[in-house]
């Protein structure tokens, strides 16, 4: 069965400190993985996309990594910003278009 | 663009009311979804299309039903509702592209059945 695990759960950080976010993923056969970012009422939007052959992209502060073959990926989050507090999706895609969505991870940046 | 819009943001249910839940979308886009999430839990897909006049279930499409007339509309219908069916939808949308699925996401409705 296909599964996303993400950790931790939720996490607080201070401002313009830095975060790392785990996703452990079984999906077969992989096609790809995305991070989503959610703000509160708000539905997901694309952070980065990353396909078998790459091991990091970065959008801004975002920056993602894959190693495809521990099935790892992780999303560090550099010099937070009080609007980076949202919760952040892993999703991989499989082979035939199938979506697999991992439970978030939720991070609260305080002042 | 509006992108993915959907009505209502939010609403009440009795147990055994039925209500629509719409989606439009304007990007031309041939594929649309319909997810669940529940709190703490991944999206889960209800019923997704390919096109207009084609539908095909996901994981979890008991309660649910959907049609798709025209390319841009997408509705969710709930037939009988139970409080299981409390959750936040959401309904996307992906072009018809080879590589990857990307898919661009409405606001969400919030459901409460009491």
């Known amino acids: 069965k296909n599964q996303v695990e993400q950790s931790p759960q939720s996490l607080i950080i201070l401002e313009g400190k830095n975060c790392t976010l785990q996703?452990?993923?079984?999906?077969?056969?992989?096609?790809?993985l995305r991070w989503y970012k959610q703000d509160t009422g708000r539905g997901p939007v694309s952070l980065t996309i990353m396909t078998f052959s790459e091991n990091t992209k970065s959008n801004g502060r975002y920056t993602a990594t894959l190693d495809a073959d521990t099935k790892q990926s992780s999303l560090h989050i550099t010099a937070s910003q009080l609007s980076d507090s949202a919760s952040y999706i892993c999703?991989?895609?499989?082979?035939?278009?199938?979506?697999?969505f991992g439970g978030g991870t939720r991070v609260l940046v305080k002042p | 663009n509006a992108g993915v819009t959907q009505t209502p943001k939010f609403r009440i249910l009795k147990i055994g009311q039925s209500m629509t839940l719409q989606c439009t979308q304007d990007?031309?886009?041939?594929?649309m979804y319909w997810y669940r999430q529940d709190p703490g839990m991944g999206l889960k897909l209800i019923y997704y299309s390919v096109g207009a006049g084609i539908t095909d279930k996901g994981e979890v499409p008991n309660g649910y039903n959907v049609s798709r007339s025209t390319t841009e509309d997408f509705p969710l219908r709930l037939e009988l509702a139970a409080p299981s069916q409390t959750s936040v939808y959401f309904c996307?949308?992906?072009?018809?592209?080879?590589?990857?699925?990307?898919?661009?996401f409405g606001p969400g409705t919030r459901l409460t059945v009491l």
């Open positions: 999703v991989v895609e499989a082979a035939g278009n199938k979506l697999t």
């Open positions: 990007m031309n886009h041939n594929y």
């Open positions: 996307a949308s992906s072009p018809l592209r080879r590589g990857y699925n990307e898919q661009f």
């Open positions: 996703c452990n993923y079984t999906v077969s056969p992989f096609s790809n």
